[in-house]
Nanobody, 124 residues
Framework: QVQLVESGGGLVQAGGSLRLSCAAS????????MVWFRQAPGKEREFVAA????????DYTDSVKGRFTISRDNAKNTVYLQMNSLNPEDTAVYYC?????????????????WGQGTQVTVSS
């Protein structure tokens, strides 16, 4: 069992930055690929970024490339999402998730564990 707890959300002005954290606890959480999804009001949850178990491979949705950076510290069992140049379209609840043996980071049903989410609000 793996428990995931997100933090770092908040209210920021357009052009600002936030860093989200996802702390994992439980057995061998470093075995899992980790991903961030987000869900804006009235929209479906969408893929944002993913990182492999070792941290050697990352993937991003096109809208955040060059602005967001995903990283992980396996010694601390924590995954980060550094978000720069935020705009109002980034407003959403951000969720982290953990999965094994993934065929495609974007397929949500593959993920075994989810956090409760953290709200990010970007004002214009």
């Amino acid at each position: 069992q793996v428990q995931l707890v997100e933090s770092g959300g908040g209210l920021v002005q357009a052009g600002g930055s936030l860093r989200l954290s996802c702390a994992a606890s439980g057995r061998t959480s470093s075995r899992y690929a980790m991903v961030w999804f987000r869900q804006a009001p009235g929209k479906e949850r969408e893929f944002v970024a993913a990182i492999s178990r070792s941290g050697g491979n990352t993937d991003y949705t096109d809208s955040v490339k060059g602005r967001f950076t995903i990283s992980r510290d396996n010694a601390k069992n924590t995954v980060y999402l550094q978000m720069n140049s935020l705009n109002p379209e980034d407003t959403a609840v951000y969720y982290c998730a953990a999965g094994l043996n993934l065929s495609n980071y974007r397929i949500q049903w593959q993920y075994n564990y989810w956090g409760q989410g953290t709200q990010v609000t970007v004002s214009s």
